[in-house]
Nanobody, 115 residues
Framework: QVQLVESGGGLVQPGESLRLSCAAT????????MAWYRQAPGKERELVAG???????KYADSVKGRFTISRDKRKNEVYLQMNDLKPEDTAVYYC?????????WGQGTQVTVSA
């Protein structure tokens, strides 16, 4: 059974940094795409960043220049380095791995940015 397990969330002050990690278990295959989404209270889930096995990256405009997505294909893990965090980055962050058959989701990790 495929599982995506996130870690690294927490409470930080504006301007600080966090690093989220996501490990994919239960599969010997490497996902072509892995991504991070987030959902703030009362808002729809949105794409934050995605990365392919070819290291092509895509970012939401709101995080460009502050967040960096990376992956370790050998470990089937994906990371999100978040710098200069802002209160509007507060949300539950979800790891995602879309395939042709289905999209896998992690359970989510809370990131709260508050003074």
């Amino acid at each position: 059974q495929v599982q995506l397990v996130e870690s690294g969330g927490g409470l930080v002050q504006p301007g600080e940094s966090l690093r989220l990690s996501c490990a994919a278990t239960g599969t010997p295959f490497t996902f072509n795409v892995m991504a991070w989404y987030r959902q703030a209270p009362g808002k729809e889930r949105e794409l934050v960043a995605g990365v392919t096995t070819g290291a092509e990256r895509k970012y939401a405009d709101s995080v460009k220049g502050r967040f960096t997505i990376s992956r370790d294909k050998r470990k089937n893990e994906v990371y999100l380095q978040m710098n200069d965090l802002k209160p509007e980055d507060t949300a539950v962050y979800y790891c995602s791995a879309p395939t042709t058959r289905q999209t896998y989701w992690g359970q989510g990790t809370q990131v709260t940015v508050s003074a």
